[in-house]
């Protein structure tokens, strides 16, 4: 079974491009998750989608973040125009379960921005 | 709101000692489950451990084994007979129970473990 698959591992742009990273979740896993730890930092929920319905974005910094998830399968995440405090790991997750204890997230490689 | 701390940024351990990382919690839910998550250099994030609230009994997975202590609020984790592929930056995380509005992790700042040959 694969796992999640992110792409690009790193990417550099500068400050006011855009930029946009994709998340291939575990086959048949309807959930999926981004995360992202800044330098340093705790790493950070910013949403969740449940198929191609997102179920919670409380996490999501503000409106130069956008996420999208295309017939359910794989999820993007632009950030335009990306700041110097875009910077950092963006890791996605993947869950089949979202309930009890066999409730697992796997992640993925993660992706790390530099803004510069 | 939920938080979780680990404040140990990093920890050394020479091979086949045994080695303790902590994380404490604040939550005002009775029922959740926690987490430690084990990343590699450059390798994805895996799950090492997870404990149930509702059990008194702590999990134990091989060499990796928890100390939780609910009224604490403390769960840390233990690595026995430590190996060299044990080195990693290590994360605590919660997630609120089942019959909550989310099921999204929320992770400390994490500890990178050295491991000493």
């Known amino acids: 079974e694969a796992g999640v698959t992110q792409f690009p591992s790193h990417s550099v742009i500068e400050k006011g491009q855009t930029v946009t990273l994709r998340c291939d979740p575990i086959?048949?896993?309807?959930?999926l998750y981004w995360y992202r730890r800044v330098m340093g930092k705790e790493i950070k929920f910013l949403l969740h989608?449940?198929?191609?319905?997102?179920?919670?974005e409380s996490g999501m910094p503000n409106n130069r973040f956008l996420a999208e998830r295309t017939g359910g399968t794989y999820s993007t995440l632009k950030v335009q125009p990306a700041e110097l405090e875009d910077s950092g790991v963006y890791f996605c997750?993947?869950?089949?379960?979202?309930?009890?204890?066999?409730?697992?997230?796997?992640f993925g490689p993660g992706t790390r921005l530099t803004v510069t | 709101a939920q938080t979780v701390t680990q404040s140990q940024p990093e920890m050394s351990v020479q091979e086949a000692e045994t080695v303790t990382l902590s994380c404490t919690y604040d939550?005002?839910?009775?029922?959740?489950?926690l987490f430690w998550y084990k990343q590699p250099p450059s390798r994805q994030m895996i799950l090492v451990i997870r404990?149930?609230?509702?059990?008194?009994q702590n999990a134990t997975e091989n060499r990796f084994s928890v100390n939780f202590q609910k009224a604490a609020k403390s769960f840390s984790l233990k690595i026995s007979d430590s190996q060299l592929g044990d080195a990693a930056m290590y994360f605590c995380?919660?997630?609120?129970?089942?019959?909550?509005?989310?099921?999204?992790?929320?992770f400390g700042t994490g500890t990178l473990l050295a491991v000493q040959p």
């Open positions: 995380a919660y997630r609120s129970p089942d019959y909550g509005a989310t099921n999204k992790l929320i």
């Open positions: 404990q149930e609230a509702y059990k008194q």
């Open positions: 939550t005002s839910e009775s029922d959740y489950y």
């Open positions: 086959s048949g896993h309807d959930n």
């Open positions: 989608f449940v198929k191609e319905s997102k179920q919670d």
């Open positions: 997750a993947s869950s089949r379960f979202i309930q009890g204890a066999a409730y697992e997230q796997y």
